[in-house]
Nanobody
Framework: QVQLVESGGGLVQAGDSLRLSCAAS????????MAWFRQAPGKEREFVAC????????YYVDSVQGRFTTSRDNAKNTVYLQMNSLKPEDTAVYYC???????????????WGKGTLVTVSS
């Protein structure tokens, strides 16, 4: 069983930066590929970024490419999402997710966090 707890959300202005953290319980964090999703008000949850088990490979949705960076520290059981040049359209609840395996693949997620709200004002 893995529990994921996100933190770092808040209210910022357009152009600002935020760093989200997702702390995972358990001793097998490095056995999981990790990802970030977000859900804006009235919209479906969407994929944002993912990172492989070792942190050596990442992938981003086009809308955040070049502005967001995900990383992980397996010694701290934590994955991060650095968000720069934030835009009002980035406003959403951000969730981290874990999937057993070395790389992120489409399909069911093993574990979800409860999310952290990011609000970007114009």
């Amino acid at each position: 069983q893995v529990q994921l707890v996100e933190s770092g959300g808040g209210l910022v202005q357009a152009g600002d930066s935020l760093r989200l953290s997702c702390a995972a319980s358990g001793r097998t964090f490095s056995s999981y590929a990790m990802a970030w999703f977000r859900q804006a008000p009235g919209k479906e949850r969407e994929f944002v970024a993912c990172i492989n088990w070792s942190g050596t490979s990442t992938y981003y949705v086009d809308s955040v490419q070049g502005r967001f960076t995900t990383s992980r520290d397996n010694a701290k059981n934590t994955v991060y999402l650095q968000m720069n040049s934030l835009k009002p359209e980035d406003t959403a609840v951000y969730y981290c997710a874990a999937k057993y395996g070395t790389t992120w693949t489409p399909g069911p997620v093993n574990y979800w966090g409860k999310g952290t709200l990011v609000t970007v004002s114009s």
